[in-house]
């Protein structure tokens, strides 16, 4: 069952105040998962001379994170749709909030990866179980596209959130305080969720696709080590190529599982329909492309301006007023021109205030342009994130739900991923020579690949989608 209903002619619910408590707690939750991933980049450093990390193995406590968060979040989207999507979130917010506190409580590296490890498992089950409660709770039209529209608004925000707190607790209280903060946001929900979200799931009950579930989550998590590997070691490592091989072949060996099995993970029908397909390549080069411009920024800011780490996190607070703005317009924009349209006005606007970026210099009086670009591109890049999850979770019935919103984080957490590599790796091959010029010269070249992919996602999406325009 759901927490709200539609009327048979389709029209739209009222907005409760119990279903205004059900969103605050779902989007409670997913913004602190957000800001998860970048809470502790700042820390970084700090962390590893706290706890004797060797320098090579500092990079292990943001892969052991991003491994699990992207490689078992389509397994734990179709548990959910299987054995209860309230039951998976609240059991993942259990283990969010217990390997948080293991993790700030950590005297060696050991446990600090191992918590890192179940934060991202956790992640893997919030996430999407959290997005089918929400996409359920909400029918389609103007509900479902205003609580969309706010979830990746404070998505985005949390990731921007999540370098300045991480900056702000470090520098004020220690990086342990990084991931003490989790814990009572996660007793809160917890606290307030069992007796407003009710359980949602289908009558009948499948059997789970086990050879799907192991290709694809052995699949998944090659291809993230591999894309993790290639941004610390180089695209021609053995130990980027080698899983990345590995897991191309796990999942065109799922692909031919799930035409085989009576009860796929990913039925190929979901999958066939343009809405799922197209609708999550835009989502994914929406992610992939605005997390690694972040990157790339920070660089810049503090390579070649001479920032600090903390008022590099601060200036992107311009970027998330931006994300929040967009998450404000989208669902108003969706409900008068449609998702596709949404789609195509964000890609564009995203696409050419990056290239907007090009301008950038040594001097500092650059950073109006800066502030000015990743504000405007911030509102643009939000339209292709709601438009992407408006088209790739509309018109599949409730029993489909987890697999949509799985299907949805996984291109999230794999955009998320394979940006950073991807673009450190062209930026530093375009480097030539040492100081400020030749970073800025590295710099801006990723910023063009940047800006062009962001253009071909949203030609991509004026071709393949345009029934979907209203």
């Given at each position: 069952?759901?927490?709200?209903?539609?009327?048979?002619?389709?029209?739209?619910?009222?907005?409760?105040?119990?279903?205004?408590?059900?969103?605050?707690?779902?989007?409670?939750?997913?913004?602190?998962?957000?800001?998860?991933?970048?809470?502790?980049?700042?820390?970084?450093?700090?962390?590893?001379?706290?706890?004797?990390?060797p320098l090579a193995r500092l990079?292990?406590?943001?892969?052991?994170?991003?491994?699990?968060?992207?490689?078992?979040?389509?397994?734990?989207?179709?548990?959910?749709?299987?054995?209860?999507?309230?039951?998976?979130?609240?059991?993942?917010?259990?283990?969010?909030?217990?390997?948080?506190?293991?993790?700030?409580?950590?005297?060696?590296?050991?446990?600090?990866?191992?918590?890192?490890?179940?934060?991202?498992?956790?992640?893997?089950?919030?996430?999407?179980?959290?997005?089918s409660l929400l996409t359920t709770?909400?029918?389609?039209?103007?509900?479902?596209?205003?609580?969309?529209?706010?979830?990746?608004?404070?998505?985005?925000?949390?990731?921007?959130?999540?370098?300045?707190?991480?900056?702000?607790?470090?520098?004020?209280?220690?990086?342990?305080?990084?991931?003490?903060?989790?814990?009572?946001?996660?007793?809160?929900?917890?606290?307030?969720?069992?007796?407003?979200?009710?359980?949602?799931?289908?009558?009948?009950?499948?059997?789970?696709?086990?050879?799907?579930?192991?290709?694809?989550?052995?699949?998944?998590?090659?291809?993230?080590?591999?894309?993790?590997?290639?941004?610390?070691?180089?695209?021609?490592?053995?130990?980027?190529?080698?899983?990345?091989?590995?897991?191309?072949?796990?999942?065109?060996?799922?692909?031919?599982?799930?035409?085989?099995?009576?009860?796929?993970?990913?039925?190929?029908?979901?999958?066939?329909?343009?809405?799922?397909?197209?609708?999550?390549?835009?989502?994914?080069?929406?992610?992939?492309?605005?997390?690694?411009?972040?990157?790339?920024?920070?660089?810049?800011?503090?390579?070649?301006?001479?920032?600090?780490?903390?008022?590099?996190?601060?200036?992107?607070?311009?970027?998330?007023?931006?994300?929040?703005?967009?998450?404000?317009?989208?669902?108003?924009?969706?409900?008068?021109?449609?998702?596709?349209?949404?789609?195509?006005?964000?890609?564009?606007?995203?696409?050419?205030?990056?290239?907007?970026?090009?301008?950038?210099?040594?001097?500092?009086?650059?950073?109006?342009?800066?502030?000015?670009?990743?504000?405007?591109?911030?509102?643009?890049?939000?339209?292709?994130?709601?438009?992407?999850?408006?088209?790739?979770?509309?018109?599949?019935?409730?029993?489909?739900?987890?697999?949509?919103?799985?299907?949805?984080?996984?291109?999230?957490?794999?955009?998320?991923?394979?940006?950073?590599?991807?673009?450190?790796?062209?930026?530093?091959?375009?480097?030539?020579?040492?100081?400020?010029?030749?970073?800025?010269?590295?710099?801006?070249?990723?910023?063009?690949?940047?800006?062009?992919?962001?253009?071909?996602?949203?030609?991509?999406?004026?071709?393949?989608?345009?029934?979907?325009?209203?």
């Amino acid at each position: 069952m759901s927490v709200a209903t539609a009327r048979p002619d389709g029209a739209s619910a009222a907005l409760t105040p119990r279903l205004r408590l059900v969103l605050v707690l779902l989007l409670a939750a997913q913004f602190m998962l957000a800001v998860d991933f970048s809470i502790l980049n700042v820390a970084l450093p700090v962390i590893g001379a706290g706890l004797g990390f060797p320098l090579a193995r500092l990079q292990w406590i943001g892969t052991a994170f991003a491994l699990c968060a992207a490689g078992f979040t389509l397994l734990f989207g179709r548990v959910a749709d299987l054995f209860g999507r309230r039951r998976l979130f609240l059991g993942g917010l259990v283990v969010l909030g217990a390997a948080s506190l293991a993790g700030g409580l950590a005297r060696s590296p050991e446990v600090l990866i191992t918590a890192r490890v179940f934060q991202g498992l956790a992640t893997a089950a919030v996430t999407p179980a959290g997005l089918s409660l929400l996409t359920t709770a909400f029918p389609e039209g103007p509900l479902r596209e205003k609580a969309l529209g706010l979830n990746g608004a404070l998505m985005s925000a949390g990731f921007t959130t999540g370098a300045i707190l991480g900056g702000l607790l470090t520098d004020l209280l220690s990086w342990r305080w990084a991931f003490f903060v989790n814990v009572p946001v996660a007793l809160a929900v917890l606290l307030v969720a069992p007796a407003v979200i009710a359980e949602s799931r289908p009558a009948e009950r499948p059997r789970l696709d086990v050879p799907g579930a192991v290709t694809v989550t052995l699949g998944l998590l090659a291809v993230v080590l591999g894309l993790t590997q290639a941004g610390e070691r180089g695209w021609g490592a053995p130990v980027a190529l080698l899983p990345l091989a590995a897991g191309l072949v796990l999942l065109l060996v799922f692909g031919a599982v799930e035409r085989r099995v009576s009860a796929p993970l990913v039925p190929p029908h979901v999958l066939g329909r343009r809405s799922v397909a197209w609708g999550n390549l835009a989502g994914l080069v929406a992610f992939l492309t605005e997390t690694s411009l972040v990157f790339l920024l920070t660089l810049y800011l503090q390579e070649v301006l001479g920032f600090s780490p903390l008022a590099a996190g601060l200036s992107f607070g311009v970027l998330g007023a931006g994300t929040v703005a967009g998450g404000a317009l989208a669902p108003r924009w969706i409900g008068r021109f449609g998702a596709t349209r949404a789609l195509l006005a964000g890609g564009l606007g995203q696409a050419l205030f990056t290239a907007a970026l090009l301008g950038l210099g040594t001097g500092r009086s650059s950073l109006w342009l800066l502030l000015a670009a990743t504000f405007a591109g911030g509102v643009g890049n939000m339209l292709v994130i709601v438009g992407f999850m408006v088209t790739a979770t509309s018109g599949l019935a409730d029993h489909e739900q987890g697999l949509a919103t799985g299907l949805a984080t996984m291109t999230q957490q794999i955009g998320i991923t394979m940006g950073t590599p991807v673009m450190s790796a062209v930026a530093t091959a375009a480097m030539t020579g040492t100081g400020a010029l030749a970073v800025l010269g590295g710099l801006k070249t990723a910023i063009a690949l940047n800006a062009a992919l962001v253009l071909l996602g949203t030609l991509t999406s004026a071709l393949f989608l345009r029934e979907k325009a209203r």
